[in-house]
């Protein structure tokens, strides 16, 4: 049976966010960082445009960057905007984290903007989870319509079932798609297996304090054997590429056995 299934709910909706700063827009960092003129410096949560060196030495500009910083600059810049929580407020670099809109109008969304216009990813983490589910199905409408970073190669889905070019992407973002060979539960992880050999194949990993998000999302990750799905987040090399999942919104389901 083919779906689209996201695991997100709607008590992560946006009606859920908890009003923040207000303040006018005076610097747009790169495409998903603005600041204020109140100085706070805002890191917009639910998405991930591509990076800026930003004067880190040896740092490799992502395609795309300047596009997705002139959009944002075109979208926010001079703007008033006010910012919402979706959950953790300030990040370990003192950034405050949240949603943006422009004049407190919710149809001006920052983050949707930028996703619509095919300039960044959905991109959360545990502790940020709101709005992902409008996000999702902006990024997904992106990708069909083959929209900017989804015509180019840096940026294009992977193939969970090719784990030697996976293991040449260690280190990035991705979007990977696959069916799950085999879930595997053991005492203190979970692993999504995408093959038959646990040392070379791909896997996506949650860790057992991490099974409780889907737990209270009503998630048997151990039914999902033979699904076929769609894993984002970071890939690591550990007996094979993997991604480690922290919360069930980095998975899709896109069909069902």
């Given at each position: ?149 989804w015509q180019h190669e840096y940026y294009k889905l992977r193939d969970a079932h090719k784990p030697q070019q996976l293991e040449k ?17 053991t005492a203190h992880r979970v692993y999504l297996n995408f093959g038959r050999d646990w040392k070379t194949d791909f896997t996506a ?13 009503g998630i048997d990750l151990n039914k999902l054997d033979d699904a076929f799905v769609r894993i984002r987040g970071w890939i690591d ?21």
């Amino acid at each position: 049976m083919s779906v689209t299934t996201f695991f997100g709910g709607a008590v992560y909706a946006c009606e859920t966010l908890k009003p923040g700063p207000k303040g006018r827009v005076v610097e747009v960092t790169d495409g998903d960082t603005v600041l204020l003129d109140n100085g706070d410096k805002i890191r917009l949560i639910g998405m991930q445009a591509p990076k800026l060196p930003l004067g880190r030495v040896g740092f490799e500009k992502w395609p795309l960057a300047d596009e997705a910083q002139a959009f944002l600059y075109d979208f926010a810049m001079g703007e008033n905007v006010r910012i919402y929580y979706g959950g953790a407020r300030k990040d370990r670099h003192g950034r405050v984290l949240g949603h943006m809109f422009i004049d407190d109008d919710k149809s001006k969304w920052a983050q949707r903007a930028v996703i619509e216009a095919g300039l960044a990813r959905v991109y959360s983490f545990s502790d940020n989870r709101h709005c992902l589910d409008e996000l999702m199905v902006a990024e997904r409408q992106a990708r069909a319509d083959r929209l900017n970073i989804w015509q180019h190669e840096y940026y294009k889905l992977r193939d969970a079932h090719k784990p030697q070019q996976l293991e040449k992407r260690q280190g990035h973002y991705e979007l990977v798609e696959g069916r799950i060979f085999g879930v595997g539960d053991t005492a203190h992880r979970v692993y999504l297996n995408f093959g038959r050999d646990w040392k070379t194949d791909f896997t996506a990993v949650i860790d057992r304090r991490a099974v409780k998000h889907f737990d209270e999302a009503g998630i048997d990750l151990n039914k999902l054997d033979d699904a076929f799905v769609r894993i984002r987040g970071w890939i690591d090399i550990n007996d094979g590429p993997r991604i480690d999942v922290t919360h069930p919104e980095q998975i899709e389901i896109l069909a069902f056995k």
